[in-house]
C-alpha cells in the first residue's frame, strides 16, 4: 500500500510539473514548479547551496546545485526530464 501511494504522489507531481502535459518536464517546466519559496524553503535553499558557508549563495554556487540536480536526474542528457527518469 505505501508503494502505491508513494508511486500515485510521484506521478501526481509530475504531472504538476509537465505544464504542457507531454510526458516529459523541460528545464523550463522544471525551474517553473518552484514557485514562490516560503522563508523555512529559502534558509533551507541558502543552507543547502551556501557551498563555503559564508552565509552568501554566489551565483556560481547557485547554478553549480541547480544544473547538478536536473542533470543527475537527466540521464540520457537530452535537457528533459521524462516518465522513467523521474
Keep these: ?3 502505491a501511494d508513494f508511486k500515485a504522489r510521484q506521478n501526481a507531481a ?3 510539473i509537465d505544464a504542457n502535459k507531454d510526458g516529459s518536464i523541460s528545464r523550463q517546466e522544471f525551474d517553473a514548479a ?4 516560503s522563508a ?4 533551507a535553499w541558502l543552507n543547502f547551496n551556501d557551498v563555503d558557508k559564508n ?3 554566489a551565483l556560481a554556487e547557485a547554478t553549480a546545485k541547480a544544473l547538478g540536480s536536473f542533470d ?3 540521464t ?3 535537457g528533459v526530464l521524462s516518465v522513467e527518469e523521474r
Design 14 to 16: 509530475f504531472a504538476r
Design 76 to 78: 540520457d542528457r537530452n
Design 1 to 3: 500500500a505505501f508503494d
Design 55 to 57: 552565509g552568501r549563495v
Design 72 to 74: 543527475r536526474i537527466d
Design 40 to 43: 523555512a524553503a529559502r534558509s
Design 34 to 37: 518552484a514557485g514562490q519559496p
